[in-house]
């Protein structure tokens, strides 16, 4: 059904280790089998599918998982379905025709309405496809070389005109920096992952999969989202209200504690003024105010005029 890559064939025990799967037949019947990623990759399943099984997460559970991860890691490094001719994943064609053509022929599963489980899959190739192209470059590229010499021990099945791209690119300084960030990023995430107290139970990290998880999401989808912003959708979404309520109340407090500092500030003024006021009052009456204005001084300081003697404030009023 398919062709094996030159990817698959280094992969080694992985492809031939044996998964428990079932498979379901044009009929419905299904009967058990042994598996392994090699077998499911080159031999005709005549019809049949192998069953996968979700939780409530989504993510696949029981020997399908690592049936299914391995199959989406060949997929992705199998470079004639998916050029190195592309900077980008996200952009790279066909991807949807070998979901349809490859997985949806492979296996039998009911699809999610908000498709996470295709974007899943999908994304899990990428990441192989995106290893690939490095041990590609690492194992067939050597600065000892002319760029004829590498041109012309480039890999098997890829043109020439695509190495020569992937070439110029990797060698690129732009690529180059982006390549040093990313591994620094991950090296200080591998390192926060190993000295946590879960890696005292659970041991060391294998394969990008999260101890105790299995093919769900993997560390960097859990830890650092702006690298592989595959968490459960309905988490983010609550996260995102949660913070839009929190910057609400924020905004809300500080709108009040500025309108109450203004109020303070209006009622400083206003006792200023008035103290002005009665200040020269009391000049006008021989330095003595008149028995009523001391009670009322007394009483309010929030008067604005004082008609009793016929003035009135600008400002006050």
């Known amino acids: 059904m398919f062709a094996a890559s030159d990817a698959e064939k280094r992969k080694g025990r992985k492809t031939t280790e044996f998964w428990d799967v079932d498979l379901i037949d044009s009929d419905g019947i299904v009967k058990q089998a042994k598996m392994s990623v090699r077998e499911a990759m080159e031999w005709s399943l005549n019809g049949s599918k192998i069953i996968l099984r979700f939780n409530e997460k989504p993510q696949v559970v029981g020997d399908g998982d690592g049936l299914l991860s391995g199959i989406l890691e060949v997929l992705g490094s199998d470079y004639s379905k998916f050029s190195i001719c592309e900077k980008s994943w996200t952009k790279m064609q066909g991807k949807d025709r070998v979901y349809v053509d490859c997985i949806k022929e492979m296996f039998y599963f009911q699809e999610d309405s908000g498709g996470r489980i295709k974007k899943t899959f999908l994304q899990q190739m990428g990441r192989s496809w995106k290893d690939t192209r490095g041990r590609l470059y690492d194992s067939y590229y050597k600065l000892t070389r002319t760029l004829e010499q590498n041109l012309e021990k480039r890999p098997e099945g890829i043109p020439r005109e695509h190495w020569r791209w992937f070439i110029d690119y990797h060698n690129d300084p732009a690529t180059k920096k982006k390549i040093s960030e990313i591994e620094q990023l991950d090296k200080s995430i591998r390192i926060l992952s190993e000295n946590d107290s879960l890696a005292q139970a659970l041991g060391k990290e294998h394969s990008g999969r999260v101890r105790g998880i299995g093919f769900g999401p993997i560390l960097s989808q859990l830890f650092c989202p702006s690298l592989q912003p595959l968490v459960d959708r309905v988490q983010v979404e609550e996260a ?78």
């Open 240 to 317: 995102q209200r949660m913070l839009c309520e929190l910057q609400a109340e924020v905004t809300n407090e500080k709108l009040k504690r500025k309108a109450m500092k203004d109020e303070l500030a209006a009622a400083k003024t206003k006792r200023q003024t008035i103290k002005s006021v009665l200040s020269y009052l009391a000049q006008q009456q021989g330095g003595e105010l008149p028995l009523g204005v001391e009670k009322g001084q007394a009483a309010c300081q929030g008067f604005a005029a004082w008609p009793m003697f016929g003035l009135a404030w600008p400002g006050l009023l």
